[in-house]
């Protein structure tokens, strides 16, 4: 059985609506997402967002896949405002380099699509109809993480790719959200830098030696 087509005139129509429906949650948190406001904010036609996303799920369905698209591109230097072109991944300062780069673009360009994510997520916790969508969202990201570690040499790349995005994850809620968010001077380049040096170092530990953050 062939897989349906889709044509570019499509995938132009959803991207546009994913990243709207972003922006909306990013703006007004989850009550501000219906499919009526997606259509105003895109400039679309009523009834546009409910005819490529039928349902409230598959609208959320859509930004998850979109949210991870948009994080991998940042990952490998193609989304505007472009970051300057991805390094490659030699060593560990090369590695703590690119990463402390993504922490500062997610804490400042990026900020309103992180807190979208998070918002988003919490959803996924609470409505097992998005579960699935919700977890292949989340595969990418940790295979890249996975094989960035394993080219670093690290003896279990898959779990320690598992504890970097969880790092990586609680230090952007923690800075952008957490309870002393609004009181935080501006992000540091010199600060981040070190704080991914660390996060490197740890997840490329041997299991047992317990290195920290």
């Not at 490529?52 to 994080?71: H, M, N, P, S, V």
């Not at 922490?103 to 609470?126: C, H, I, K, P």
């Amino acid at each position: 059985m062939s897989t349906p087509r889709v044509s570019p005139q499509s995938a132009d129509r959803r991207r546009l609506i994913a990243d709207t429906a972003i922006d909306l949650v990013a703006a007004a948190g989850l009550r501000g997402l219906t499919h009526r406001a997606v259509d105003g904010a895109a400039g679309l036609p009523a009834g546009s967002t409910s005819y490529y996303f039928r349902t409230r799920a598959a609208l959320i369905g859509a930004c998850y896949q979109r949210l991870a698209e948009l994080d991998l591109g940042d990952v490998d230097g193609e989304s505007p405002p472009a970051l300057p072109p991805a390094l490659p991944i030699v060593d560990r300062e090369t590695a703590a380099t690119a990463l402390a780069g993504l922490l500062y673009r997610w804490l400042t360009v990026g900020r309103e699509r992180q807190l979208a994510r998070f918002e988003l997520s919490l959803e996924a916790a609470r409505n097992p109809a998005l579960e699935a969508d919700f977890q292949q969202a989340g595969k990418a990201p940790r295979a890249r993480a996975a094989g960035i570690l394993a080219a670093l040499g690290a003896e279990r790349p898959d779990e320690s790719a598992e504890l970097l995005v969880a790092w990586t994850d609680g230090l952007l809620y923690d800075r952008l959200a957490g309870a002393l968010a609004r009181s935080r001077p501006a992000p540091d380049p010199a600060e981040l830098a070190s704080v991914a040096r660390r996060m490197i170092d740890a997840a490329l530990a041997h299991p047992g030696q317990g290195a920290g953050v």
